[in-house]
């Protein structure tokens, strides 16, 4: 196993980091999102893998991954309104530990930067790899577009 890191582009997100931060800080806040549309999508971008079952509360989401049962992420550490630290669970053939770093610019204006450690073989590495470098930045730039207000 291996220590992979991958870091998003820093990117920009109109509204207040401490709103951002509360949202993002809560999964429930993610449920409906997710369950609405971004599941969908995940499945269909990536089809070998689909994602089934998403529920969440305040500290953990929970889902099935076709193959390999449930998975579970959960919320280990949040310094208000600068960092969420999420560490995951379950049955995932990657163990992942994942920061939201969040920055002020101004009173309506934030910026996000993603961090993503991944454990993983080399086998999964080598089917993962480009998948997580892009992958990343798309998290990111979805963050942007969520409903803060």
Same mark, same amino acid.
């Given at each position: ?8 582009d820093?990117?920009? $997100? !109109?509204? #207040?980091? %401490?709103?951002?931060? #509360?949202?993002? =800080?809560n999964f !429930?806040?993610? =449920?409906t999102?997710? #369950?609405?549309?971004l599941?969908?999508?995940?499945n %269909?971008?990536v ?7 998403? %529920?969440?509360?305040? /500290?953990?989401?929970r889902f099935?991954i =076709? ?5 579970? *992420?959960?919320?280990? /550490?949040? !310094?208000?309104?600068?960092?969420? &630290? $999420? #560490? +995951? +669970?379950?049955n995932?053939?990657v163990? $992942?530990?994942?920061?939201i770093q969040?920055?002020?610019v /101004?009173?309506?204006?934030?910026? *996000? ?5 991944? !454990?993983?073989?080399?086998?999964? &590495?080598?089917?993962?790899n &480009?998948?997580? %470098? ?6 990111? /730039? ?8």
């Amino acid at each position: 196993m291996g220590l992979q890191k991958y870091v998003s582009d820093i990117k920009t $997100i !109109e509204q #207040n980091h %401490e709103i951002v931060y #509360n949202y993002l =800080s809560n999964f !429930e806040n993610l =449920s409906t999102y997710v #369950n609405d549309g971004l599941l969908a999508k995940m499945n %269909e971008s990536v089809p070998q893998i689909k994602v089934t079952d998403f %529920e969440s509360d305040s /500290d953990s989401c929970r889902f099935n991954i =076709s193959g390999m049962g449930q998975a579970e *992420i959960r919320i280990i /550490d949040r !310094e208000p309104h600068k960092t969420i &630290k $999420i #560490n +995951s +669970s379950g049955n995932l053939p990657v163990g $992942i530990t994942f920061w939201i770093q969040l920055l002020p610019v /101004d009173a309506y204006q934030s910026k *996000i930067k993603l961090t993503l450690h991944a !454990e993983m073989s080399m086998m999964i &590495k080598m089917m993962v790899n &480009k998948k997580l %470098e892009e992958g990343i930045n798309q998290l990111a /730039d979805m963050l942007t577009k969520l409903p803060y207000a």
